[in-house]
């Protein structure tokens, strides 16, 4: 079965467009992927020239969409035309899939700062899911996946203080429910489940402060008592050392990431689940330092794309 996804091209000034163009050129023969580009037609003429893959540009189902002015096109350069171009051309790539144009959205590395300097809301791509979704901000999730790992965080960009205030059991419940259903559209029935601890050792009973003891703990019996298999709450350590789950619950941003990238560098995908529209992203930035070189490797688009078109896990 084909699946037909939208991609995004993410910052213009970054190496989005030039990784766009090296994974579309390494997906040119499989019938199973049908990409269409969301982006500024400029923006993939650039990058074809900056990697000489220009003979592909025909070849290429483009939606024109997100058009900058042509002082703002500066490759490395963080600018607001740049940042306002990113969200303007991932938010056009959602409506098209909300609309059941495509089965899936896959979006190029975002630079926050200029989405910053645009003056627009955003705190990753999972807040961008969700507002144009309709659905509260933080019930949108993501879930990275790479170096063998799977792991949904409760929380995200945020500072660590506000998201205690915000982590409930409610919280780990909602996310983790959203994690197993992510689990299952990538070939993974039933999925077997480890829930991190908010302080080091879970707590040890209350030995490290009573987080544990009122908001994971409660959300672990919660999530048994509806048939899922979890395991926790323990240390991330412990659990990560195990590598025997299929799904594991990190409850801050570098819970998740710091695993996930040590194992997976540049090769990670970043999954926003939870909503009614699937979007995969990179597990890297823009890398501005490079942009425009044409060095930078499409792995983590590639598995990206491979990904929400069901051909890898």
């Given at each position: 079965m084909t699946r037909r996804i939208a991609l995004s091209l993410g910052d213009p000034n970054g190496?989005?467009?030039e990784i766009v163009l090296k994974a579309l050129a390494a997906l040119r023969d499989e019938a199973r992927i049908q990409v269409t580009v969301f982006g500024a037609p400029a923006v993939l003429e650039r990058a074809a020239a900056s990697t000489g893959l220009q003979a592909l540009l025909p070849s290429l189902a483009v939606r024109a969409c997100a058009e900058l002015p042509a002082h703002a096109l500066r490759w490395g350069e963080v600018n607001a035309e740049a940042g306002a171009s990113t969200v303007a051309a991932a938010t056009a790539a959602l409506q098209a899939a909300r609309a059941g144009e495509f089965d899936a959205v896959v979006a190029g590395p975002h630079h926050e700062t200029a989405i910053a300097q645009a003056g627009i809301p955003f705190s990753g791509y999972?807040?961008?899911v969700a507002r144009v979704c309709g659905q509260p901000e933080g019930r949108v999730f993501l879930l990275l996946v790479g170096g063998g790992l799977r792991i949904v965080?409760?929380?995200?960009?945020?500072?660590?203080?506000?998201?205690?205030?915000?982590?409930?059991?409610?919280?780990v419940v909602?996310?983790?429910?959203?994690?197993?259903?992510?689990?299952?559209?990538?070939?993974?029935?039933q999925p077997t489940v480890a829930l991190f601890g908010i302080n080091p050792h879970a707590s040890e009973g209350r030995l490290f402060g009573p987080e544990d003891a009122e908001r994971t703990v409660p959300a672990a019996e919660r999530l048994r008592a509806m048939g899922l298999?979890?395991?926790?709450?323990q240390g991330a350590d412990v659990l990560l050392a195990d590598r025997r789950h299929d799904l594991y619950v990190a409850m801050l941003h570098d819970q998740g990431h710091i695993p996930v990238k040590l194992l997976a560098p540049q090769a990670a995908s970043a999954l926003s689940i939870g909503a009614d529209v699937l979007l995969a992203s990179t597990g890297h930035g823009c890398a501005m330092d490079i942009a425009g070189t044409?060095?930078?490797?499409?792995?983590?688009?590639?598995?990206?794309?491979?990904?929400?078109?069901g051909l890898s896990s």
């Amino acid at each position: 079965m084909t699946r037909r996804i939208a991609l995004s091209l993410g910052d213009p000034n970054g190496i989005g467009p030039e990784i766009v163009l090296k994974a579309l050129a390494a997906l040119r023969d499989e019938a199973r992927i049908q990409v269409t580009v969301f982006g500024a037609p400029a923006v993939l003429e650039r990058a074809a020239a900056s990697t000489g893959l220009q003979a592909l540009l025909p070849s290429l189902a483009v939606r024109a969409c997100a058009e900058l002015p042509a002082h703002a096109l500066r490759w490395g350069e963080v600018n607001a035309e740049a940042g306002a171009s990113t969200v303007a051309a991932a938010t056009a790539a959602l409506q098209a899939a909300r609309a059941g144009e495509f089965d899936a959205v896959v979006a190029g590395p975002h630079h926050e700062t200029a989405i910053a300097q645009a003056g627009i809301p955003f705190s990753g791509y999972p807040s961008l899911v969700a507002r144009v979704c309709g659905q509260p901000e933080g019930r949108v999730f993501l879930l990275l996946v790479g170096g063998g790992l799977r792991i949904v965080h409760v929380t995200l960009h945020e500072s660590v203080a506000t998201a205690l205030a915000r982590l409930t059991p409610e919280l780990v419940v909602e996310a983790t429910q959203a994690g197993v259903r992510g689990c299952r559209l990538l070939g993974v029935a039933q999925p077997t489940v480890a829930l991190f601890g908010i302080n080091p050792h879970a707590s040890e009973g209350r030995l490290f402060g009573p987080e544990d003891a009122e908001r994971t703990v409660p959300a672990a019996e919660r999530l048994r008592a509806m048939g899922l298999d979890v395991t926790g709450p323990q240390g991330a350590d412990v659990l990560l050392a195990d590598r025997r789950h299929d799904l594991y619950v990190a409850m801050l941003h570098d819970q998740g990431h710091i695993p996930v990238k040590l194992l997976a560098p540049q090769a990670a995908s970043a999954l926003s689940i939870g909503a009614d529209v699937l979007l995969a992203s990179t597990g890297h930035g823009c890398a501005m330092d490079i942009a425009g070189t044409g060095t930078a490797r499409p792995d983590a688009l590639l598995r990206s794309l491979r990904l929400v078109a069901g051909l890898s896990s």
